[in-house]
């Protein structure tokens, strides 16, 4: 028999003393409850009475969500980058890049490499492949990461270097689990270990994936038709014969009737920190996200600040216990867009997601494939909205197949299950504030919105909508338009609109019309997200809401009532976390007042507390005087910008637009609702265009369409007008966006119009 402790290396919780602004609030804490090991009983677990047991899962953490044992406060050893032999430059003059990573190669276990005061210029990722250490900064006011690269690399990647063996491998190993264990199991018994004996340890101690065929009846489903969609990673804590013992242990059953199988990893990095620092994308043009973790077990992002990124800010990917902690993620270097999540789940299970403030990012949280996890005590603001619409703030399933995470704690704008690419259950959403209100805009407001596939989602115990607003409850069963403003949207076949075509409710026998091709299809051959237009009369059917607060009742609705129950006072820890200091907890609920109440990351935002980097308002004069280090001086700005003034051209785009020679009916590719696609032109007037979404007609105003949009319908649309390619192509380069310049200088040669000209003096203005 081979064992090993499920928390190796594990060590105490750790508890900042580190005060904000007079408040008495702490900096950062490890989670609560991460010191009692004592598993409760299933049928004691928070919530039980209220919330079906099969709907609940063991949240605790530290010991089963985010990392084993709390994040580490015993690594005081510090590399200093700046030192001999590596003397990394701190000023953002030369590339910092392989100075740092010669220090990460020298770093022992429970080392810091440690980057002082300063800008730090990295022209690759700073690639973290050697377990058991942390990178850290002197503060997010103080360590600046300035990304300057560009293609798939990151800023920072936290992963286990290998060319194949993970679970996204067509060929990686695996073996079938047999027995049909149940939900709660710890011990699984294997067709045919012999796929671990490689492995270190015969596999003790790595991650695995476990992973079933579709449930139909659930259903479990993609419209682009995919099969072993729901998905579980766990490790492997001991091993006697073909019977292992994994911890944590099983989220759902594994029927043997729909083939569940074990996909181990050939390797994975463990027990590192990235920490106290900001990261900046500025200058970076990656496809990657900014900051990624991949392929790990126990590791830690705390205390950063990672701003303006061209994607993504935040990635979890394919990884198990990890935590995002503490961190401050604001604003994207390109317009607002699609691929631009703050913090990314994809893959991953037992994630801790807690205490974060998110600002300007669309959506705040995005959630794919993901399980066990918890997003708890996150701020999110409404600023990233999508033209005059008010899209997803917290996406708990935007690819399938995500189960029984937790949302808790939470202040956000809008939380939708929004089921584009497939299915999600079992999640549990659970004293919130979502006020589905925006600033910017009043149209789409939503607070929740479970879409078409979702089941046996569980909405217990939180604030819906917002004073001085008119609220329905929901929709009935018909369609919404977007000025209507409702707490509750069930089974919407689109993301981004409330038009269905039909209806469908499988637990009756009433299947959506494109079902066939899911069940006998070609694998990959399904209708994709366009199809499955039915309104999914499932969704509402198996959603449990109790004690909810809505101000369009001003109070819990009879229909919610919870009698005799009382509400915990949270679904994954045993009492108040020090890091909320003296502000009220639990924050919000039908018990709670949430006009009084504040989470401690809402606080920050509203007082621009120093503990998240530069403040929200602060951050472009935060960045740019911040002094790099003591005697050193900033280094001169990249000229990559052209110096074109985009308002004139933009206006005579909106002018050429709105006149005779534009085709109505023309399709044309653009980003709407957060996500590119394409879309049918209506028309055009003088506030803006309106386009086809879904049989929906949807208003987009000028000035929010996007400089490359633009730029892209104008020489879609008008390939002959010289005067109109030449403004398009002027706002292609003052968006930065020379590709598109170039095509449409090509067309002006081709048309021999004299702006070919003109449009080469502006390029030549360039600084």
């Known amino acids: ?324 902690r503490h961190c401050y993620v604001n604003k994207r270097n390109v317009p607002m867009g699609p691929d631009g999540a703050g913090i990314m789940s994809w893959g991953s299970s037992f994630l801790l997601v807690e205490d974060n403030l998110i600002t300007e990012a669309f959506p705040h949280v995005e959630v794919n494939s993901t399980c066990g996890s918890v997003f708890a005590y996150n701020f999110c603001d409404d600023k990233g909205i999508q033209g005059d619409l008010l899209g997803g703030s917290i996406n708990t399933n935007h690819g399938a197949h995500n189960s029984f995470n937790l949302y808790e704690g939470n202040l956000a704008p809008k939380i939708q299950c929004d089921g584009y690419h497939g299915s999600g259950s079992h999640d549990t959403i659970f004293r919130n504030w979502i006020h589905g209100s925006s600033e910017k805009c009043d149209q789409f407001w939503v607070c929740v919105n479970l879409n078409r596939f979702t089941r046996n989602y569980s909405v217990v115990g939180n604030v819906l909508g917002k004073k001085g607003h008119t609220w329905l409850y929901d929709s009935g069963d018909g369609a919404f338009n977007y000025g209507q403003h409702l707490i509750f949207a069930f089974g919407f076949p689109g993301m981004g609109n409330g038009g269905f075509n039909g209806t469908a409710q499988p637990s009756k026998g009433k299947n959506w019309a494109d079902w066939d091709k899911v069940v006998n299809g070609e694998a990959g051959k399904g209708p994709g997200p366009n199809g499955f237009q039915e309104l999914d009369l499932d969704v509402k059917a198996t959603t449990l809401l109790k004690g909810n607060f809505n101000y369009k009742d001003n109070g819990v609705p009879e229909s919610e009532a919870l009698g005799a129950a009382k509400l915990p006072p949270s679904l994954c820890l045993k009492e108040k976390p020090a890091f909320f200091g003296p502000l009220a907890w639990p924050a919000y609920g039908p018990d709670a007042d949430p006009d009084k109440n504040k989470i401690p990351a809402q606080l920050a935002y509203e007082k621009g507390l120093p503990y998240y980097g530069p403040s929200p308002e602060g951050w472009e004069k935060s960045s740019k005087s911040a002094d790099p280090a003591p005697g050193a001086s900033a280094p001169a700005p990249k000229s990559v910008v052209p110096a074109v003034d985009p308002a004139p051209h933009r206006e005579a785009l909106a002018k050429a637009l709105r006149g005779d020679g534009v085709k109505k009916g023309a399709k044309v590719f653009m980003n709407v609702l957060g996500q590119g696609q394409t879309v049918a032109l209506k028309g055009t007037d003088d506030n803006g265009l309106q386009v086809d979404v879904s049989g929906n007609t949807l208003p987009i105003r000028w000035k929010d369409v996007s400089a490359e949009d633009l730029a892209q319908i104008s020489f879609r649309l008008l390939p002959d007008n010289g005067e109109a390619l030449f403004h398009a192509g002027a706002l292609a380069l003052a968006d930065g966006n020379e590709t598109l310049e170039q095509k449409i200088a090509d067309r002006l040669l081709e048309l021999k119009s004299d702006k070919a000209k003109a449009l080469d003096a502006l390029r030549g203005a360039k600084p």
């Open 1 to 324: 028999m081979i064992a090993i402790l499920a928390g190796d290396r594990v060590v105490s919780a750790v508890l900042m003393s580190a005060l904000l602004g007079g408040l008495g609030l702490l900096a950062s804490c490890a989670s609560a409850g991460a010191a009692d090991a004592d598993a409760p009983e299933k049928a004691k677990l928070p919530g039980s009475g209220i919330i079906p047991d099969d709907r609940l899962a063991d949240w605790r953490p530290g010991v089963n969500v985010g990392v084993p044992g709390g994040i580490p406060n015993n690594r005081t050893n510090l590399i200093d980058v700046t030192k001999d032999p590596y003397k990394a430059d701190n000023t953002g003059a030369a590339d910092a890049q392989p100075a740092i990573m010669q220090a990460i190669a020298k770093a022992a276990d429970n080392d810091v490499v440690y980057l002082p005061p300063g800008k730090y210029r990295v022209d690759k990722a700073i690639a973290i492949g050697k377990s058991n250490i942390t990178l850290r900064g002197a503060g997010p006011d103080k360590t600046f990461v300035m990304a300057a690269n560009s293609g798939r690399g990151g800023a920072i990647d936290v992963y286990f270097i290998a060319s194949k063996g993970g679970w996204w491998d067509a060929n990686a190993p695996k073996t079938s689990v047999t027995g049909s264990p149940a939900k709660g199991a710890a011990v699984l018994t294997l067709s045919d270990a012999k796929i671990l004996d490689n492995l270190p340890a015969g596999g003790v101690g790595q991650m695995v994936q476990l992973a079933l065929k579709n449930d139909l009846k659930l259903p479990v489903i993609a419209p682009a038709h995919y099969d072993y969609l729901r998905k579980q990673a766990t490790r492997i804590v001991e091993r006697n014969g073909n019977n292992v013992t994994i911890a944590p242990p099983l989220l759902f059953d594994l029927p043997e009737s729909l083939a569940p199988v074990l996909k181990p990893v050939v390797g994975q990095i463990e027990r590192v920190g990235v920490e106290d620092m900001t990261v900046d994308g500025t200058d970076s043009k990656t496809r990657h996200a900014l900051v990624m973790v991949n392929q790990a077990y126990g590791c830690w992002l705390k205390n950063l600040a990672v701003v303006k990124v061209p994607n993504y800010h935040i990635w979890v990917n394919d990884s198990l216990q990890c935590e995002v």
